[in-house]
């Protein structure tokens, strides 16, 4: 009660004034140390630096904040869905974390408009908002501990601005849909960047490559590894999808390596398990 008062009387003399006043219409409280949440919408292209000439940018809090983000996000799923098994848990997260809703979050809750950077035209890269959010999250859980980041993602960034009905209609991230479908059916898939340059505005670009099994089935471009990830996984579904002959050579070759073992019990039915991924749009 008391720490909670001293944070409350700390934060008296900031209120109305800038940043305190931008960071807590986001946050719905005043920030102890504000350095942490300037340093969290500072992207790495910003040329601030510290009174010891080191860089900002959020690229540690984004870090951070990924890992809580996770942690938080499992530990609502767990107690929101008791009878729900592990799979269903692991992609109802991947659909909540993934980039695209974590983009769309970050500007609906303004931290857009906050973002400190030299990149000319964000337009092309726009996970720098959903980077900024987890940088957030990872600067909520420094400065005012678990508790405070677990209510801002559940009270504020759920209940507020995602339908948990719709996530569960919504289509699972492309990477997670394809690794998923790749264990269960005992296929790897390795994803790798086999290229990385600079576009014309100096942001980074990745070119990464998917395999499934010994086949290389899809490459993707992104402004971040993980957006090239999808873009490769991406394409890989549409062609495991589309090409019959790849269909073949794939899940034959696993289909025939099945069938050369004992069928364990409970064991999913091959054919069944591919014909739902095959046939979803």
């Known amino acids: ?67 809580i983000l996770d942690a938080i996000v499992a530990d609502i799923l767990y107690k929101e869905f008791r009878n729900k098994k592990e799979g269903f848990l692991t992609s109802m997260r991947s659909r909540i974390v993934q980039r695209d809703t974590l983009n769309k979050l970050a500007v609906e809750l303004g931290l857009d408009k906050l973002i400190v950077s030299s990149t000319r035209n964000l337009a092309h890269n726009t996970n720098i ?39 569960m209609k919504s289509e699972v991230d492309f990477k997670s849909r394809l690794i998923e479908w790749g264990q269960k059916n005992k296929i790897d898939v390795n994803f790798n960047v086999i290229e990385s ?4 505005q100096n942001n980074p670009v990745f070119v990464s490559r998917v395999s499934v099994g010994d086949m290389e089935i899809g490459t993707g471009v992104g402004y971040s590894k993980k957006e090239s990830h999808q873009m490769a996984a991406k394409q890989a579904i549409q062609r495991i999808r589309e090409d019959k002959a790849l ?29 739902e991924f095959l046939s979803e749009p």
């Open 1 to 67: 009660m008391f720490r909670k008062l001293g944070r409350q009387m700390r934060a008296i003399p900031h209120k109305g004034k800038e940043p305190y006043l931008s960071f807590y219409k986001i946050l719905g409280f005043y920030p102890d140390r504000i350095d942490l949440y300037n340093e969290a919408v500072t992207h790495r292209s910003s040329p601030l630096r510290t009174s010891n000439g080191k860089w900002v940018n959020n690229e540690r809090l984004e870090f951070l904040g990924d890992a």
């Open 129 to 167: 908002y959903g980077d900024a959010l987890e940088a957030i999250i990872g600067a909520i859980y420094l400065d005012q501990g678990y508790r405070v980041a677990k209510k801002f993602v559940f009270e504020t960034l759920i209940k507020q601005h995602l339908s948990i009905e719709e996530v």
């Open 197 to 200: 340059s600079y576009d014309e």
């Open 247 to 275: 269909q073949q050579t794939i899940l034959g070759n696993t289909k025939k390596a099945a069938d050369e073992k004992p069928s364990e019990p409970g064991e999913t039915n091959f054919d069944e398990l591919n014909e």
